[in-house]
């Protein structure tokens, strides 16, 4: 018997999943806010360079015409952000001269900058700007760096010492150095702690999500996953909302930051996963979080009459698929293997290096920055739903292939829309974003249910870490916009095509049983694919499992 057949027994998919789930899920919406934070405490205000020292006290009483002195303009008619005259030029306060090859020099005094958007960011506090304008960037790969370091040390972690001990850190973590990213002056210091908060993403949504489906029956995975990536993008949603209320960075950092610690707190009373307690030996604590599961599911005699010989036949089959001698060349050893991990490593990377290419550069479609970001939350909403329709009914491959290409697609074209068409631009723009959000999902689903029992933790793990190099890769793609507009979306689209033709070649998983070691994943690639007879007789199998003696129900 499988342990989801006593979650089952315990009241299934009762009170006690659906608190333990919304209390999990409420803490990776808001996780949200710190991915796209910077669209807003980093954003670029309007700038100019600042006057020399010399001539400030005879031109005080004209800021204006100082300034169309001392600023050449662009071929739009602003002031240049990054260049100014070498010596003022007020043959330019008459409007009937124009100058012609005049020598200009950097801005050597600094800048002044547009308040009425963006009372402070980091761009004006640390003058991220011109030559330095890459740092801006360089900070958020740094973040992105922090969430890889995170999957790999806060997974091991989960294995080690149990999904509740990591996550309960995280949050703390989270709370102390998003705080104290708030507080510190230097840009170095705020590098620093953005690199300890990326930690901290990893480390909340891998330990939220096994806790969420280690505690789920079979019925309820499917929805309590989707509900994860509704949870995100709810996020999203709420960041435009905190960020059009606090202007001040430094308050909009505190204030995204500050809640985790209340999520530390009450973290404590969540129990931890009963399938890894027993699989770890430690089944006295794993026989009391089941007794209040099932007292509060309503079956609290059920959960009195448990005794560790019932529990234990139920983790058998878990403890049957464990194998010792997993390593990551497992994913690489057979034929059938490497081919559906290096699918996976193109997919994950695309799918992120695209979803954080487009989610990271809001200023650049012309809109108000809230708008834009309230916009890109909202159009990911009815595109999972199409996109957990279509899984259902049609296909994984097929839903995966097709928002992954359609995303690309979309990329490319606002190449070829004019730059004055802003809302034709900001709206395909978005339904990209839709499209790669709503891929996302899918492939989660997807990548798990490919890789086989014995490795498939392994294999999620792996290919995940593809997704955090993506997130990673994403704003150096974004730099080369430096030497070329048009080098960063043709990026971000190719590889999102690239990605969508690249899962064309995996196997259709849709209504077929999960396969369990890697031996029966070649000889159903010898047969291209298990076939319906393999299915039937696989359900007829477990049907005849399920026919047997239950030692819960025997003993109660």
Not at 400 to 406: C, H, K
Not at 472 to 494: C, K, Q, W, Y
């Amino acid at each position: 018997m499988a342990f989801t057949d006593l979650l089952d027994a315990l009241g299934g998919v009762g009170r006690f999943q659906f608190i333990y789930t919304v209390l999990l899920l409420l803490p990776c919406g808001l996780l949200a806010c710190h991915n796209f934070l910077q669209n807003f405490t980093a954003a670029v205000p309007r700038h100019h360079c600042r006057g020399p020292t010399n001539h400030s006290e005879a031109t005080t009483n004209d800021s204006g015409a100082w300034l169309r002195a001392i600023v050449p303009l662009d071929h739009l008619g602003a002031p240049e952000p990054c260049q100014r005259f070498t010596e003022p030029q007020w043959a330019l306060l008459n409007s009937n001269t124009s100058v012609h090859r005049t020598a200009t020099e950097s801005c050597k005094d600094g800048w002044v900058y547009d308040h009425s958007i963006f009372p402070s960011t980091i761009v004006m506090e640390w003058d991220l700007v011109c030559e330095a304008r890459t740092l801006r960037d360089l900070a958020q790969s740094i973040y992105m760096a922090g969430v890889l370091v995170g999957a790999a040390v806060f997974g091991c972690l989960a294995d080690r010492l149990g999904r509740k001990g990591p996550l309960i850190w995280s949050y703390l973590q989270l709370a102390v150095s998003g705080s104290a990213t708030a507080y510190f002056g230097s840009f170095s210091a705020y590098c620093a702690f953005r690199f300890l908060m990326g930690m901290t993403f990893s480390g909340i949504i891998l330990n939220s999500l096994s806790l969420v489906v280690e505690w789920m029956p079979t019925r309820g995975r499917t929805v309590a996953g989707v509900l994860l990536g509704y949870s995100f993008t709810m996020g999203q949603i709420i960041l435009a909302g905190m960020a059009y209320l606090i202007r001040p960075w430094r308050w909009l950092q505190f204030a995204v930051s500050a809640p985790f610690l209340i999520f530390f707190l009450y973290s404590w009373w969540l129990p931890e996963s009963s399938r890894w307690l027993l699989l770890h030996g430690k089944s006295q604590l794993a026989m009391q979080n089941l007794r209040k599961v099932a007292a509060l599911n309503g079956r609290k005699e059920e959960g009195e009459r448990l005794t560790k010989e019932v529990v234990s036949s139920y983790i058998q089959s878990e403890f049957a698929s464990v194998r010792t001698s997993n390593s990551i060349l497992d994913l690489f050893r057979t034929p059938a293997i490497r081919r559906v991990t290096c699918c996976l490593m193109v997919v994950w990377f695309s799918n992120s290096v695209a979803y954080y290419g487009l989610a990271m550069d809001l200023q650049k479609f012309g809109f108000s920055i809230y708008l834009v970001q309230a916009l890109f939350g909202i159009i990911d909403i009815p595109a999972m739903l199409v996109a957990t329709t279509t899984m259902i009914y049609v296909g994984r491959r097929a839903t995966v292939a097709s928002f992954l290409i359609l995303a690309g697609l979309m990329v490319i074209a606002n190449l070829f829309v004019p730059e004055d068409m802003q809302t034709l631009r900001t709206a395909q723009a978005a339904l990209g974003k839709g499209c790669l959000a709503s891929s996302f999902i899918c492939v989660y689903l997807f990548t798990g249910e490919l890789y086989p029992t014995e490795i498939r933790q392994m294999g999620m793990g792996f290919t995940s870490v593809n997704a955090r190099l993506g997130g990673l890769a994403a704003p150096l793609v974004t730099t080369l916009g430096e030497f070329s507009t048009i080098l960063p979306p043709v990026s971000f689209g190719a590889t999102s095509i690239l990605a969508g033709l690249a899962v064309c070649s995996l196997m259709e998983t849709r209504n077929m049983p999960l396969v369990e070691t890697i031996a029966a994943m070649e000889r159903s690639r010898a047969k291209k694919g298990p076939s319906k007879k393999d299915a039937e007789q696989k359900s007829e199998e477990i049907s005849l499992q399920q026919v047997g003696a239950s030692p819960l129900r025997e003993t109660i």
